[in-house]
């Protein structure tokens, strides 16, 4: 059992009020882009066993987008930021660094 | 346990918008302030009720859904807006009396304690199945949800409340 808090309406949203939305921070390859970006943007997507960050829909609330960094082997939550952030805010990177020093996840990681 | 029972026809009005922005034209139209985050100003006869950061559903006398929302959007101007009449979109439901927290409480994973769900808190949730908004009114709640899920929350919502108390408020 999951429980997301949704930065956007305020709500502490329970899983089953959520749509997942997979991989968080995806960057689209368009037309122009080479058959192999194109398919990582396609299909190419981590399945980490730790940090992870990912998105969500407050489906059966705002109706709007958030993302989220979690742990998925404890499940633990280290927090939630609106869709419309480029990447995580940096009090949330040193909430994980902090627990999990060394971390790394695409081209997020801890500082050294 | 709790009575369930239909509300009648209700005037919805859903607004969406900057919110801050439309706040002139809410109070001049209809004397509604903009609510806060998760709550309802007024109540189902003349409301305003929060949705989303960008989204307000307006409650007004049945049948005056049109005519309010282009009163509204001719108020609004310039401001970028969606304005409609959507009375017809979902249909209400009241949860009265005794253990009318439980009934609810027992189908939706929201905080419903009278700490976190008191008076003008506005939530959406999720009911079983279905999308639903619950806010506390009257001798009890309310319930909306959309028309096609009708049926199935009147059924739910009652079944719920056959089943009677389990002490938990
Ligand atoms: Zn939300």
């Not at chain 2, 959507?86 to 994973?109: I, M, N």
């Not at chain 2, 976190?116 to 506390?136: D, E, K, M, N, Y």
């Amino acid at each position: 059992m999951l429980i997301l808090f949704c930065p956007h309406c305020g709500v502490e949203a329970d899983e089953t009020e959520l749509a997942p939305g997979g991989e968080a921070h995806l960057r689209r390859e368009g037309p122009g882009s080479a058959d192999e970006a194109f398919e990582g943007y396609l299909f190419g997507r981590v399945n980490p066993k730790g940090v992870h960050f990912e998105r969500w829909r407050h489906a059966y609330g705002c109706g709007k987008w958030f993302l989220a960094a979690r742990d998925t082997a404890t499940m633990r939550v280290w927090g939630t930021y609106p869709a419309s952030e480029a990447g995580p805010p940096d009090p949330l990177r040193d909430a994980v660094t902090a627990d999990r020093p060394g971390w790394a996840w695409r081209d997020l990681g801890g500082a050294a | 346990m709790a009575d369930v029972r239909a509300l009648g026809p209700l005037g919805m009005v859903t607004l969406r918008t900057d919110l801050a922005a439309a706040a002139g034209a809410l109070r001049d139209g209809l004397g509604l302030d903009v609510p806060e985050r998760l709550r309802i100003a007024g109540d189902t006869r003349r409301g305003a009720a929060w949705m989303a950061p960008d989204e307000l559903l307006l409650f007004v006398a049945p049948g005056e859904g049109g005519a309010v929302a282009a009163d509204l959007g001719r108020r609004l101007g310039e401001v970028p807006h969606l304005c409609a009449d959507v009375s017809d979109l979902r249909v209400g439901f009241a949860v009265e009396g005794e253990g009318w927290r439980e009934v609810l409480a027992k189908l939706s994973p929201a905080d419903l304690h009278p700490d976190a769900f008191g008076s003008r808190a506005f939530r959406r949730t999720r009911l079983g199945q279905v999308a639903a908004a619950i806010w506390p009114e009257g001798d009890g709640a309310h319930v909306l949800v959309f028309r096609s899920f009708g049926d199935y929350t009147l059924r739910l919502l009652r079944q719920s409340a056959f089943d009677g108390a389990v002490g938990f408020f």
